[in-house]
Every structure is written in C-alpha cells, then in structure tokens.
C-alpha cells in the first residue's frame, strides 16, 4: 500500500506537551522486555524452523565492533574504551568462533542481503584486519551478489583517511555512516570528540570515489552549550557536504545508566525550548535543501531508496533504524548484538568476560531473548505501519489476523482518544492516519498499542520522545 506521507508540522508546544520517555521501536516487543530463559537452545530451535519456512527469508548480518580510542562522553552505546590494539585481536579470535559455530546452522542458500558494521568504532580494526573478517564471513555465509545487496559501516573520520574508506569499498561495503553530531568547537570540547570538518569532508569523499551507493551523516541536538546559532552552522556545512541521508538524534541524558555522561555538566545542557527550537532548526534547514523527513528524526533526500521506499509503502524498520531490507533474519554476531531470527529476539552477552567465556565454552554467547507470541506479533505489524507509513488499513489488518479491531484494541483506543482530540491521528470506519501534526510524535502514538508500558516504571528507562 503506497503511503501519501504528510509534511511534518513542528508545533513547539504541541510537542512540548507529549515530550514525555519512550521507546524508539527497533523492534516490538522491546529490547527490557528480553529474559535470560530464552537461551542457546532457544535460538538453535529460532534458526532450524526459519530454514524450514516454504520460503525462508534472507540473512542480514550485524557485527558489533565494540572498542573505541577515547570516549564520547555523550555516548550510550556498548564500547571498550582502549588504544590497545591486541584486544583487538583477542576479540577477532572469539568473534570468528561465534561465526564457526553460528554460521552452519543456516541453510547455505540463504543470502546475504544485507551486512552492518557497529560499534563502538567498527574502524577500530585496520584494513588487514577487516580484510580478514570479510573474508570469514564469507567462507561461511553467502554473499548476496545482487545489486540491491546493502552493506554498511559506521566510521568515526578522526580514525579514518581516504585510503581507509577506498579499501571498504574493495571489500565490498556500499554504504558509509559517519558521525558527525555537531562542528561548533564548543560542544565538540564539551562532549570530548574533536573532529574537522575537512576530516568529514575527507571520508565522505572518498566514498564517493569509491562508487558507494550512499553517504549518512549523524547528528545530535540537546548536547551541552548547543545554540541555534551553532548548531544552524553545523547544518550549513552538512548540507554542503551533501550526504544521502542525515540523522538528527535527540541527546539522552541518562548518566545513572551511562557512566560516560557523567562527565557532562547538566547546567550546559540547553533548556527544554532550546532544544525543540534545535530540531526546529534542523528540520527546517534540511528540509529547505532538499531532504524528504522519513520519520523518527531520519532524513533522505527525494530519490534516496528510503524516500521511495516510503512512498511505495515497502519501507521497514529494524534494530538499524528504517531499513528497505527489513523482512531480512537478522544474525547478531559480537558482544551485546542483537539478532532477529523468525518470530523471536536473542541479544549476545552484553560484556567481553561472558562473551569470551561463552565461546571459550563451545557455546554460542546468547544470554538473553525473548519468543514472540501471537499477541506480540499482532502489535510489532501494527507499530511497523505505523512508524513507516503513517497509515494503517483497519480493515485489511484484522482481516490478516482474524479480529475485530476495534474490539481487540478497544482499551487501546481509551489512549488515542486525546492524540485524535489534538489533530495527531484521523480515524474513520476503514483508515487510522497519522496526520502532519504527528509525524514528529510516531513514538507517542506507537505507546498507545504497546502492551509493555502500563505503568511509569516501565518507560523511566527510555529516552524521551523529542
């Protein structure tokens, strides 16, 4: 079904109002809701029933590069802080035994459509070094050779030159995401990640050069002594940069959970109206030049695969964000990935101690995960509409799950009661329709159908929406 996507409207104090915490949604149910009782037996019985599917689905595989030179104190990610080089080596010897062990468990037809790299700094290892994951990999799985086949790599451009990005293209990556999060001095001395804008220049370049297909950027709004001033700079010369896709994420200030932000003075941080006056300005100076909104702060520019994508009402989400592969199995290979493989989740051990140990073992390093039921299948599609299309077919929807949907979201309708009140969504007897005054609040209607988040306990863990 084809999505007439709405330009957002950014109303300050409408989204004031709802800027509350909640998930992002890369999967459903989500990542809190994982427990240790789904294990290696588990995935091991996921794996053998995906291949047994009339049609089983191809691979996409995620490789979690978990080391970085020195810390970015805004960051939230899972990283080893070292510029110890060997321990990049301990980890390729655990890594390649999670491949041997894993990899012979899916069918050998099954393809490769789809490969990311994630870290911490994926390029943290060398060319040598990446030369010779690439080449386990794949021994052991199979390559896709198509032309749609997507493979990427998150850079950080203070680690990487020209000659770095030119050699991932000869070992086949196609796509290249580069953190950028703000160029104003200030804040880059705030947060502890200096980085030129000719080093940016630099490695987008020569991507370009290397003939991939696409060039991301990352920002960040929120961070401490932003201004709009500033941060308007910064968005100039990211669009003179020119790249396919840019994120803008809001900062999460969570340094009870992340160690690192509490290097952050919070009285830096920009007030709650300067920060949505930040996204503001993001959204309308991308917009300006050219960037369709995709949603949950992703841009694309008009003719990227992710513009139509959405207007062909074909674009997915996974645990990479908004994704045209997404009906892909998903392989978490790493310390702390996360894999997707039929109806369940699994997530590797979150620390290189159990990782290592795991696979000292014999035994593939899955320390917790969950298998779906009917009910959480029924609401991952609907959320995946949702975030994706802005639009869902009541109708059709529970034709294909054999219910009323009025009935079986009847409390869930009590929810959307003031988001319909308030011009979020329109409804009538077929279509639910996020309007241009939600399309920046896809996270608030997406709560509305989460059967997870019942009390306040259980979104005190999320970042908040805006």
């Known amino acids: 079904m084809a999505s007439p996507v709405s330009i957002p409207e950014f109303d300050p104090a409408l ?15 989500t990542a809190p809701q994982f427990t240790a009782d789904f294990d290696e037996t588990a995935l ?19 490789v979690h590069v978990p080391f970085c030179m020195s810390p970015c104190f805004y960051c939230g990610c899972n990283r080893v802080i070292t510029r110890d080089v060997g ?5 390729l010897e655990r890594l390649y035994r999670e491949i041997e062990l894993i990899a012979p468990l899916f069918d050998r037809d099954r393809p490769v459509r789809q490969l990311h790299f994630g870290g911490g700094t994926p390029n943290f290892l060398d060319a040598p070094r990446m030369r010779e994951l690439m080449e386990s990999l794949a021994r052991h799985f199979s390559f896709s050779h198509e032309t749609d086949r997507e493979y990427g790599i998150e850079i950080d451009p203070r680690f990487a030159d020209g000659d770095y990005v030119r050699g991932l293209g000869e070992l086949g990556f196609n796509r290249i995401s580069v953190g950028i999060q703000d160029f104003d001095p200030a804040v880059q001395q705030a947060v502890n990640r200096i980085q030129s804008f000719e080093q940016t220049r630099e490695v987008i370049e020569a991507a370009r050069v290397a003939h991939f297909r696409s060039a991301s950027v990352d920002l960040i709004y929120g961070l401490p002594l932003q201004t709009i001033d500033g941060f ?22 969570l340094p009870e959970m992340f160690k690192a932000q509490r290097q952050i003075d919070a009285a830096e941080l920009p007030d709650a109206a300067t920060r949505l006056a930040l996204f503001g300005c993001a959204l309308e100076k991308l917009s300006a030049a050219g960037y369709v909104y995709i949603g949950m702060d992703h841009f694309a520019r008009f003719d990227d695969e992710l513009a139509r994508a959405q207007r062909a ?10 994704s045209t592969h997404g009906d892909c199995d998903i392989v978490g290979l790493g310390v702390s990935a996360i894999g997707r493989v039929g109806d369940s989740y699994s997530q590797n051990a979150r620390d290189l101690i159990g990782y290592y140990a795991a696979l000292d073992a014999g035994r593939l390093p899955v320390a917790r995960g969950l ?10 599609e609907l959320i995946g509409e949702l975030m994706c299309h802005g639009m869902l077919d009541k109708l059709a929807f529970g034709a294909r799950h054999r219910l009323l949907f009025d009935e ?6 009590q929810h959307l009661a003031p988001l319909l009140a308030d011009g979020l969504l329109e409804e009538d007897a077929r279509m639910l329709r996020v309007t241009s005054r939600g399309r920046l609040l896809l996270r608030i209607i997406a709560m509305c159908f989460d059967a997870y988040l019942d009390d306040a306990a259980q979104t005190s863990r999320y970042s908040r929406v805006m």
């Open 15 to 29: 989204i004031a109002r709802y800027d509350v915490a909640g998930p992002r949604y890369t999967s459903y149910p």
């Open 232 to 253: 308007s700079r910064t968005l100039d010369q990211v669009v003179a940069l020119g790249p396919d896709r840019v994120a803008v994420y809001g900062y999460a200030h």
């Open 371 to 380: 298998q779906l039921d009917e009910d959480d299948l029924i609401r991952r």
């Open 44 to 62: 091991r019985e996921a794996i053998r029933a995906s291949n047994e599917e009339p049609i089983p689905r191809p691979l996409s595989l995620y």
């Open 408 to 413: 079986y979201f009847l409390r869930e309708r």
């Open 313 to 322: 009402g074909t674009l997915q989400r996974n645990f990479q964000g908004y």
């Open 87 to 91: 321990q990049a080596d301990r980890y």
